[in-house]
């Protein structure tokens, strides 16, 4: 397994200065606590709660906000290790949980009809409220950045929004990220998102990779694995998730990791020993450190993480039979 600096781990960013360090996306401070924050945003024109769990960076002031949408039957705990890690890099993080298609679908239905359930809650009704909550999620933010007394008073910079989400979490990212609806355009995108990282990215269901992905106008970092198929719920497979990198506009900065023998839960938390003995350790770090180096990149415009992600910075993270592919706007 591949570890991150233990130098910077053990020293944090003051000792030696940063700028004298190389490039580090799995470094961290030593005294970073994630503490979550748990909030509810009310969308009253839908009369709908959308859970929310907020993770504040130690800097005081506005700091760029990253979003992020569970896959189907999860809850606004899914991606923590992400947010965990993002969160210690200087980054708001914000855990949506979508009610009707959360973990009350599988918890709520009988052992033997859990997976029927699953597959009925894969639905575009529930991906159109999906696409909702984030825009919701979003006009919610902005109200409590300017209200003074709230907890999240003057600590999101909503000029600099990241959007990510794994499995119908990454159709979520899609969707508000630029995906096109055929003929009907990107209805779900929303302007105020800059960046998009989808773990388990789906091709259409609808229509060609192509008409769907090639309005895309903003970064994405797309994130699936060699066996990285629709875990019994979609028809989805590794074939199908890596159609939608070569579909994407030479416009924009884009790019792909596959990472060998990666499952679908590959990109999930670890839970109670679930999944433990596919698991490959090195994964976490690669996507820690990759989507950190991303997110720098295109919403900090560091030069020096866009670098790594171009560079060898990026191979060092990975493992013989992972691929990885940068390609810069117009290329």
């Known amino acids: 397994m591949l570890v991150p600096c233990l130098l910077a781990l053990s020293l944090g960013w ?152 794994h499995s119908f979490g990454a159709v979520t990212t899609q969707h508000v990220s630029g995906q096109s609806l055929g003929r009907l355009g990107p209805q779900g995108a929303d302007p105020r998102i800059d960046a998009a990282v989808a773990l388990s990215p789906s091709a259409p269901s609808r229509g060609t990779p192509a008409e769907a992905f090639g309005e895309v106008a903003i970064p994405w970092l797309l994130m699936t694995g060699t066996k990285d198929d629709g875990a019994g719920v979609t028809t989805q497979t590794p074939e199908s998730r890596r159609q939608v990198f070569p579909a994407l506009p030479p416009t924009i900065d884009r790019y792909q990791l596959v990472l060998k023998d990666a499952e679908h839960h590959a990109f999930a938390d670890v839970r109670g020993g679930f999944g433990q003995r596919t698991r490959n350790p090195n994964h976490h770090w690669a996507i820690r450190a990759l989507t950190t180096a991303f997110w720098d990149a295109h919403l900090r415009a560091d030069p020096a993480a866009k670098s790594w992600l171009h560079g060898e910075g990026a191979n060092g993270v990975l493992e013989k039979g992972d691929e990885w592919q940068a390609r810069p706007a117009g290329k």
């Open 14 to 165: 003051a000792e030696p200065p940063a700028e004298q360090q190389p490039y580090d996306p799995l470094a961290l401070p030593t005294d970073f606590e994630a503490k979550p924050l748990d909030l509810t945003v009310h969308d009253a024109q839908r009369d709908r709660d959308v859970p929310l769990r907020v993770r504040l960076p130690n800097a005081e002031g506005p700091a760029p906000v990253l979003l992020f949408s569970h896959g189907l039957g999860g809850n606004k705990e899914g991606g923590t290790y992400l947010a965990e890690h993002w969160a210690a890099r200087g980054y708001v993080t914000a855990n949506l949980q979508h009610p009707g298609s959360d973990d009350a679908v599988w918890r709520d239905a009988p052992l033997g009809r859990r997976l029927a359930a699953m597959k009925q809650a894969a639905s575009a009704g529930n991906l159109q409220s999906r696409i909702a909550d984030v825009q919701t999620t979003l006009d919610q933010l902005k109200i409590w950045n300017e209200e003074q007394g709230h907890p999240l008073f003057g600590r999101l910079d909503l000029g600099r929004v990241g959007m990510s989400g």
